[in-house]
């Protein structure tokens, strides 16, 4: 249902833009989001973006990264610049879907894309 792309190796400070694609039988959207999991570390939230529009951000990456989405591609992305080290970690991509089968919105992960920063 979720398919994300984009991550790699970029040396501090450089930039990089994930992407996120929803598939299958899907009625709506809702929320769109980006999480990620550095290593030893617990899954925390980057950014979400609701369907209307609005987003929110992890303090620490507001500066820095910016979430946006394409209804009619069914798509977020989540531009990364001033990457740091920290950063490093896979990056997962979350959306609320209503699908044509369900009376309710379901969450779908994507797979996980990593992304290394380096020094």
């Known amino acids: 249902q979720l398919q994300a792309s984009g991550g790699g190796s970029v040396q501090v400070g450089g930039s990089l833009r994930l992407s996120c694609a929803a598939s299958?039988?899907?009625?709506?959207?809702?929320?769109m989001g980006w999480y990620r999991q550095g290593p030893g570390k617990q899954r925390e939230l980057v950014a979400t973006?609701?369907?209307?529009?609005?987003?929110d951000y992890a303090d620490s990456m507001k500066d820095r990264f910016t979430i946006f989405r394409d209804n009619a591609k069914k798509m977020v992305y989540l531009q990364m610049d001033s990457l740091r080290p920290e950063d490093t970690a896979v990056y997962y991509c979350?959306?609320?879907?209503?699908?044509?089968?369900?009376?309710?919105?379901?969450?779908?992960w994507g797979q996980g894309t990593l992304v290394t920063v380096s020094s």
């Open positions: 979350n959306a609320k879907i209503l699908a044509y089968s369900s009376s309710e919105y379901s969450s779908y």
């Open positions: 299958g039988s899907i009625f709506s959207i809702n929320h």
């Open positions: 973006t609701a369907s209307g529009g609005s987003t």
